[in-house]
Structures are given as C-alpha cells and as structure tokens.
Nanobody
Framework: QVQLVESGGGLVQAGGSLRLSCTASGTFLRLHSMAWYRQTPGKQRDLVADITSDGNANYADSLKGRSTISIDNTKTMVNLQMNNLQPEDTGVYYC??????????WGRGTQITVSS
C-alpha cells in the first residue's frame, strides 16, 4: 500500500507564494509520474501540474509561469512552488502518484485559500 502525505497549504494573500510538498511511503517498485490536482466545491479535480520520474513537467495554462514542480532524487517526494497566487487558485490540492503498471494513489488533500 502507498500513502501520500501533503503539506504546505494554508492561507495567503493575493500575490503571495506557497510551496506544497508530498511524500510517498509504502511499497511501490517505482513511479511513472506524480502530480498535483486542485478541486473546488462542486467541481471536478483538475490537473495543476505533473512531472514524470525523469523530470518532464507539464502545467495547467492558469499556472504556467507562476509555478514550478519538482521531484527529488529518491523519487518519493514532489514539490510545487506557486507564486503570485490569486483568489482563483483557492481550492483543495491533492497529490497523485501513478506507477508504470497503472496503479494510482491519492493524498487526502491540503487546503489553499488565497484572499484578495
């Protein structure tokens, strides 16, 4: 079983920055990619950014130029640095991991609230 634990959420004023971290633990041979998704009430989870184990990153258009996703050398931790946060970035951010065999895992989420 794989557990994902997120940290780094909170309340920030518009224009501020936050860094989210997600640590994977448990048994998995290797990962294919890790990602961050955002969900707001009544909406589906939308991809914010993802990164493959070899470092190829992809960003949602709304966060391009304002965020950087990175994965550590142990391939068990993913970070998301977000800058110039805006109220529309508010939501619950979920960490996601998938393996080459197609197993998928989710964290419990961490709340980010951006005040105007």
């Amino acid at each position: 079983q794989v557990q994902l634990v997120e940290s780094g959420g909170g309340l920030v004023q518009a224009g501020g920055s936050l860094r989210l971290s997600c640590t994977a633990s448990g048994t998995f041979l290797r990962l294919h990619s890790m990602a961050w998704y955002r969900q707001t009430p009544g909406k589906q989870r939308d991809l914010v950014a993802d990164i493959t184990s070899d470092g190829n990153a992809n960003y949602a258009d709304s966060l391009k130029g304002r965020s950087t996703i990175s994965i550590d050398n142990t391939k068990t931790m993913v970070n998301l640095q977000m800058n110039n946060l805006q109220p529309e970035d508010t939501g619950v951010y979920y960490c996601y991991l998938n393996t080459p065999l197609g197993s998928e895992y989710w964290g419990r989420g961490t709340q980010i609230t951006v005040s105007s």
